[in-house]
């Protein structure tokens, strides 16, 4: 493989903090950008500048202890968190974190994008947990990273924001698109009245195509929550986690958590069940109450 020079990757990271803040990833002087530019050094992006507005001359070299080799500025205050991801990630060549607002959501109310809601998302990232609240720039947050970087590229920080892994800086910002793009069509899947899941069946069928798509992923799709990786608390998580019904033969299904029996017509609500009718059923009751009311 040809090496990068340090000039280009310096450029790339400066195209990677303008399209976080134009997307609006990031707000203000947030988020943090590093790559991995040696077997003991990383280029960092500085402390306290917009990533919307940095050049290449503001990056900061700094060695895996985090002690600064070359630059005018600070490295980032976030750089315990990236230091962490590449000393369990040898593969691991970029980290970006960021926060999108609508995933940052999820994190806040504490709610993984595990699901298996999108195929494209099974097949890639397979979920993206939720790792524990740890207080930005202290060593809380690497070990809370450390629970599920092995075994997922991406992961939402609670509270916090979004993290992600590449093999280079543009692969790890398209795993925050993707993530950001999850959790926007969960989002309105569920303001509609809930997902369609995809099935175990299904699932398993999609991890096979892994290889397939030449899909390098740090760890199998597991569908049991009492599998390592699955729960709370897990040690060290060992593989993603992805919540599927177990329906056999079915390839989509109604989420078990919704109530919502998709395409039954017949169903009976539930008190937060959406009814759906046609304009001349609601129309045929307008007029009944109509009648009744004479």
Known sequence: MAVVPLDQLKADIVEVGRRLYARGFVASNDGNITIRIGDDRLLTTPKSVSKGFMTPEMMVIVDLDGRKVAGSLDA??????????????????????????????????????????????????GSIPIAEYATPSTQELPNAVRQYIKAHDGLLLANHGALTVGTDVFAAYYKMETIEHFAKISLTARLLGGERLISQEEVLRLQSLRGLYGIAAPAPICLDDDVSGGGAGVVDATCQVVRSPDTPGARLVADPASGVAFGSRDRVPGDDEEIRLTYRELAALVEDAVQKLR
């Not at 991801?85 to 709610?111: E, L, N």
């Not at 993984?112 to 809601?117: C, E, K, Q, T, Y």
């Open 76 to 125: 980032s205050s976030e750089l315990k968190m990236h230091l962490e991801v590449y000393r369990q990630r040898s593969d691991v060549k970029a980290v970006v974190h960021a926060h999108p607002a609508v995933a940052t959501g999820f994190a806040v109310a504490g709610i993984p994008l595990d699901r298996a809601v999108l195929a494209e998302v099974i097949c890639t990232l």
